[in-house]
Structures are given as C-alpha cells and as structure tokens.
C-alpha cells in the first residue's frame, strides 16, 4: 500500500442540471400595455398559474488531517474559512469572532482544559456548550439546547462558526442544530471517534432520533470545514474503536484489496487503538474511499450505493437488538450483517472460499461480532423487505466479487437462500467465535 500523503479531500458537488423554465411563453411576450389587459375582472380564459423553478446548491468543503488540533501551534480551529460557496448566503471567509463550542461530554471531562487554553491563546473568546453524547439522548431537546445556546450568544452566521467536537451522536445533533438556527449557521466538525472520522463527520447528513426510530428527523447539511485528528483516539473505549472500525472494513471489501491488507496486517499488531503511521494511513485511505462514493451521489439519489454494505439487515437487527441482553453498536450490527452478505456472496460462488474466510477472519480480529441472537430467518427476512421497500422496491443488496475489493449488488435474493445462509454463517460463528455467538 502507497503512503499516502495528508488528507485534503475538497469536495465540490456537480452542479443540479438546470431545468427548462415554464412561466408561460405567452405570458412572457406579451407587450405591457397587453400584460395590464390580463387584470380585467372578466378573463374567462384565465388558466391556472404554474410556476417552476431551479436554482444550484452549491457544496464544498474541506477534510483535512490535523493532527494535534488542540495544540496552541495549530491554527485549524481559528484561521480564516472560505466560506465563499456554503452556505451561500455568507462572506468569503469566516474570520475573527467569537467561537461557540458544541462539545461531547466525555471530551469536555478530558480536554476541557487544553479547548479552553487554546482559543485563550489564540485570544478568541468562547462559550462552551456540552452535548450529552448517548444514542438515548440524541434527540431534538439536545437540538432546542444548542439552538438556545447559540441565540443567548447571539451567534454572528457570518464570522462565527459552531465548532462541534464529539463523536457522531454530538456532530449530528450539533449539525441539525447548525441547520436549523437561522436556516444555517455555519459548522467545522471535529470528530473524536473512529467512526466520526470515517463517516459521521464526513458527509453531509445530520439527524436525531425520533419516537424510537433511528436517525427519523435529519437534513443534508455541509460542515464548512472537518479536522481529523487520531490523536484523539487514544482514549476511545476499544469497544468504539472497533465500532468505528467496521466502517473501514466495509470500505476495504468494496473498494480496496490493499486496504483490506493493510487492515489484516494492524490486526496483527499489539493492542491496536489506531495511533502511528500505518493506522493513519488506513484511516486517510478510508476516507478518501468514502468522499469518492459520497460525493456523486450526496443526496442519495442513485439507490447502489456501495457504502450501503452491512446496512441492508443491520438497521432492523441494531433495532431488535436493542431490546435484547446485548444491544449492538451500529457498527458491530454493520459487520454482522456484512459477515451475512459475505456468506451471501459465497453461496452463489461470487466470492472463494478463501476470500470469504479472510472477511470474517478479519471482522473477528477486530474484536466485531458476527453474530448475534436476533439473527433469525423471520427477522432477517423482514429487514430485507423493509430494506427494499426503502430502496425503491429492489433489493440493492451490495456484496462482494471477484478479487477482495471487488463489488457487485444482487437484486433477487429469495428468502431460503436468506435462511441457508444465517445456517452457514451460525456454523462458522460456533467454530470460530465461541465467545461472541450470543
Ligand atoms: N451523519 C452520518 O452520516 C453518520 C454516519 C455514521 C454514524 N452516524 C451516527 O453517529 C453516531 C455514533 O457515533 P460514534 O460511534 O462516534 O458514537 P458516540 O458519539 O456515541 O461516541 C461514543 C462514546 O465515546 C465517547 N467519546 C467520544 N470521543 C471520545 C474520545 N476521544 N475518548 C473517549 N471517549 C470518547 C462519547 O462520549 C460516547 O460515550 C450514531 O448516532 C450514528 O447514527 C452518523
């Protein structure tokens, strides 16, 4: 694998295409003298008014590595922003001002200090918001605290960013808010989870739960600008660390055979908690995999998508799991479903033997589960149609081809091959994960 070189993703979105205008050509040509006749109160002819319209949205932003954010040297958190395409109604750049903090409770405990220092350094002044950072809580009352927190402090959109530190429940949560204040005030997004730097921070969804349902009330929103520093890593739970690192796995069986070695050879390495260079890499690959995908498709209007792997039964199955003994992350519920797909793509010779041993070998050295006592045939089946249902009415389901990092989808999966399937996976769960098989 190539070293790669400090990440600067700069994502600029194609442009809408611009749709033909249908203000009635009539309409338009006539002469004003002509046009004042139209108000006479007995036009029997009058049809009905449509307009329709179509402007751009422009979309960039920047994703950099930064490692060491909060050291007073670096100046990522304070420099000047180009702000010049979003939101669009903003200046060139974002610079001076105050900075409100939106920040996850567990980062305030640890760092609360050293954020304080640094903007007193840099002599910004701030006001720091903590964000109460479990699924449980993710919801609107936290949006409505920011909201307020950000009207107290009478937030200037045009010089003073948000800046969100915090895993994905404190970015998404303080992106939603960000959106909403004011239809936009800008946010730079810090993430401090491996599943923040490799997904939550990156792309431009943001959301909260809503009446027990995952992620129901959100919006496409543009951070200005997101920092990625592993260094935060250090002191992620290992628990999270794997969660985040499911993510990265995902994109390796899709996208990179190399990546997918360079993640077999870290798992080889003591304690892995994804500090040094060959992590760094594997994170900066992951990324750049990630914005590739991402990018053509923001808003989600073509239905393959490839980042869609582990998440065709893992949303009902993180759901069931909930209320079971052991309640999933969503990114251990994202390898159990990957390791399905991946007996999936054996069972109709897509993938070898080989291939399909080292996918879960590898989800297993990364401490993820591949199992778990929801997986029955009912459920499964029933988050395939619910899945499909959300995919327009076909399956989509991403699996792997051919060499590792290859990809295909499969749109006629039939529910005894769903069943054969969970039969094999159990059997080499039972082999090789006597301690995860729930
Ligand atoms: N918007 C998106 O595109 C997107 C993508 C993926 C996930 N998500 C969302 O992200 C959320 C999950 O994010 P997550 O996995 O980061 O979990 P999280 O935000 O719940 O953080 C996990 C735990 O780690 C703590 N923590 C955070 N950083 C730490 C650090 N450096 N050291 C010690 N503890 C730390 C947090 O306080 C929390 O207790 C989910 O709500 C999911 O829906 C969103």
Not at 232 to 256: Q, T
Not at 300 to 325: I, Q, T
Not at 371 to 387: D, F, G, Q, R, V
Request: aromatic share 6%; net charge negative; glycine share 6%.
């Amino acid at each position: 694998m190539q070293v790669h070189r400090q990440v600067r993703a700069v994502i600029e979105a194609p442009p809408i295409p611009a749709r033909q205008r249908t203000v009635p050509r009539e309409v338009q040509q006539l002469r004003p003298s002509e046009r004042r006749n139209l108000y006479t109160p007995n036009n029997h002819n009058l049809a009905p008014a449509r307009f329709e319209l179509s402007a751009q949205l422009p979309v960039r932003y920047v994703v950099e590595e930064c490692l060491g954010v909060l050291e007073p040297s670096s100046e990522a958190l304070v420099r000047d922003v180009d702000t010049s395409a979003f939101p669009p109604m903003l200046g060139n750049t974002c610079s001076g001002g105050r900075r409100l903090l939106a920040v996850d409770h567990n980062i305030a405990k640890l760092h609360e200090h050293k954020i304080r220092k640094y903007f007193q350094e840099h002599d910004v002044p701030i006001h720091f918001h903590a964000i109460q950072a479990d699924e449980q809580n993710k919801d609107f009352d936290q949006v409505f605290s920011l909201a307020a927190a950000m009207h107290e402090f009478s937030i200037n959109r045009r010089n003073e960013p948000v800046i969100a530190i915090g895993g994905g429940v404190t970015l998404d949560t303080a992106g939603l808010a960000c959106n909403l204040y004011r239809r936009n005030t800008p946010v730079i997004k810090v993430p401090t989870t491996l599943m923040g730097m490799v997904d939550a921070a990156i792309g431009i969804k943001t959301a909260v739960n809503f009446d027990q349902h995952k992620n129901r009330l959100g919006t496409y929103c543009a951070p200005m600008a997101v920092f990625l520093d592993p260094t935060f890593l250090s002191s992620l739970h290992p628990r999270h660390v794997a969660n985040g690192a499911a993510e990265i796995i995902k994109m390796a069986c899709m996208r990179d055979g190399d990546l997918f070695e360079a993640l077999e050879s870290y798992a080889q390495t003591d304690g892995y908690d994804f500090q040094g260079d060959l992590p760094r890499m594997i994170i900066n690959r992951s990324v750049e995999l990630m914005l590739q995908e991402l990018e053509p498709n923001f808003w989600e209007a073509e239905l393959y998508r490839l980042v869609d792997f582990g998440h065709s039964f893992s949303p009902h199955l993180e759901m069931e799991a909930l209320a079971s003994d052991f309640p999933l992350l969503h990114g251990e519920a994202v390898a159990i479903d990957m390791a399905l797909s991946t007996c999936i793509a054996r069972m109709r010779g897509l993938i070898s033997q080989r291939d399909h041993d080292r996918t879960l070998q590898l989800l297993i050295a990364y401490r993820l589960p591949i199992w778990h006592e929801k997986m029955t045939a009912e459920h499964m089946i029933y988050a395939l149609e619910s899945t499909t249902r959300g995919r327009d009415g076909l399956q989509r389901l991403p699996v792997a081809t051919g060499e590792l990092g290859g990809a295909t989808f499969i749109n006629d999966l039939t529910n005894e091959e769903v069943s054969q399937a969970l039969n094999n996976l159990r059997t080499y769960a039972q082999k090789h994960t006597s301690l995860q098989l729930c």
